[in-house]
């Protein structure tokens, strides 16, 4: 493409985890076989919205929110992505999520681009009828650039399935009919899929056990720490200790929860339901700082909470023998290098949580068919989708010499070009 200049600096998206994204993908593009105007296109997002959300609390006070949705690639089919509710929520951070969406997506050979939006506001502030009021008004305002062909939005950080059965009415109630396949992550009686709610940790603990395989190990007996204890984490630790590994950490927000000898998960699980986010009170254990967690010796660290976790900073103290990346982003690029020296494999996000959009995938599907799977056929199709994905990444690493972080990002890049190259960029 022709070189004009523009002040690259000062677009609204710009920010440290977009460069993370960004980065990532220039290192990937050597291998990855993608024509410059492919790669100057896939450099942005398609489409980025922010709004702004008024919200009147229980006192009666309103508050305006600052709401996004960024949509990094259209050109597999609609986009698709979580909608998070935190504090930190920006345009960079969301276009950054939605870049590694289009990655995921394409990876996994699933029909769709990359999204990402989310809710500037502290969600453990707000009442029931709070988050309702905000998700309904969200839900109309981004009315314009959503739908079931153009963009399905599915939790995230902070939300879950109450959350996207008001998006999933706010819209009907504008169309006048039900339409349940604008959303994924839905309650099951109103056309969620049976195994979505636990289908990112399920995942997780699928790559890791193949990752175990391929090592030489098996997954029964690993020492295990898991840093989120939400809807990724808690099923991941559950998962694993089916597995016959050992969970010995565990940590929210408040802090982690450590017991050298394993933790009793069940005990665990009736403490978060009656203490909401406070682990490091949990009774069984000793309490330490989620900085403290991360540097636990263990076989196997599950990232599962939020973004940028292991740095340059504390990757040399890190003790695990490999890391999976249950959150999206939890490494940062100086982590990733420091890790990559000490010879610790990394499970990259792109791959590792991919098991809650396949099985959103299959959610949608299902809606739009009106034909709805068992519970063992969902899982089986999600365990193929998953050793698909992950033989065809760890053969790509071996075969180039790249990180499995690397490789999944070029396989996942490739799928894109490739389409991008057939269908031209318009006009
Ligand atoms: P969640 O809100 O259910 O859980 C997040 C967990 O992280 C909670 O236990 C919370 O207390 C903890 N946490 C929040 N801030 C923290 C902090 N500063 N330090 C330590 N812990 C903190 O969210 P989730 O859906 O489980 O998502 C977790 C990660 O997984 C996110 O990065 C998300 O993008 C990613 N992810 C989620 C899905 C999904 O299906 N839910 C799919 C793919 C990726």
């Known amino acids: 493409m022709a070189e004009i200049e523009l002040d690259q600096a000062s677009l609204e998206w710009d920010t440290h985890l977009f460069r993370t994204a960004r980065a990532q993908f220039e290192q990937a593009l050597p291998h990855a076989a993608v024509g410059e105007a492919a790669a100057e296109r896939l450099r942005f997002p398609e489409r980025a919205t922010m709004v702004s959300v008024p919200v009147r609390l229980d006192d009666d006070r309103w508050v305006m929110f600052p709401a996004y949705r960024v949509q990094h690639s259209s050109v597999l089919g609609p986009t698709k992505g ?33 999204a990402k939006g989310g809710v500037r506001c502290n969600p453990r502030e707000l009442s029931p009828g709070e988050l309702q009021r905000l998700t309904r008004r969200y839900t109309a305002e981004m009315m314009p650039v959503i739908g079931p062909q153009e963009d399905i939005p599915a939790p995230d950080m902070a939300t879950d399935e109450q959350t996207m059965a008001w998006m999933m009415d706010t819209y009907s109630m504008q169309k006048g ?7 994924t992550g839905k309650p099951i009686s109103i056309g969620g899929s049976v195994f979505r709610a636990e289908a990112t940790g399920a995942g997780v603990v699928m790559v890791i056990e193949r990752a175990c395989e391929r090592l030489g190990k098996t997954l029964d007996g690993q020492r295990c720490v898991v840093q989120g204890f939400g809807k990724v984490g808690a099923v991941a630790a559950q998962e694993l200790v089916a597995r016959g590994a050992k969970v010995v950490a565990v940590s929210d927000v408040s802090g982690a929860a450590y017991a050298r000898d394993g933790l009793d998960l069940e005990a665990v699980e009736e403490w978060v339901v009656l203490h909401r986010h406070d682990l490091v009170e949990y009774p069984g254990a000793e309490g330490c700082s989620n900085e403290e967690m991360l540097e636990l010796p263990c076989d196997v660290l599950v990232l599962a909470a939020l973004e ?47 098991g809650g959009v396949t099985v959103s995938y299959f959610e949608w599907v299902q809606d739009l068919g009106r034909l709805f799977w068992s519970r063992e056929e969902t899982r089986v199709r999600l365990r193929e989708k998953m050793s698909d994905a992950f033989d065809r990444v760890w053969e790509l690493a071996d075969e180039v010499g790249l990180s499995l972080r690397s490789a999944a990002l070029v396989a996942g890049i490739r799928e894109v070009a490739g389409a991008l190259g057939a269908r031209g960029i318009y006009p």
């Not at 009919?177 to 959303?183: D, I, M, N, Q, T």
């Not at 040399?316 to 010879?343: W, Y």
């Open 177 to 183: 009919y039900a339409v349940p396949e604008v959303v």
């Open 308 to 354: 940028e976790q292991l740095t340059g900073e504390n990757a040399p103290r890190i003790q695990a023998e490999m890391v999976a990346e249950g959150a999206n982003g939890p490494t940062t690029l100086e982590g990733d290098a420091v890790l990559a020296e000490r010879g610790i494999p990394v499970l990259p996000d792109i791959l590792t949580n991919a």
């Open 82 to 114: 979580g909608i998070r509710y935190d504090p930190h929520v920006s345009l960079g951070e969301c276009a950054a999520l939605a870049m590694w969406m289009t990655w995921k997506c394409a990876l996994l050979r699933l029909p769709y681009g990359g």
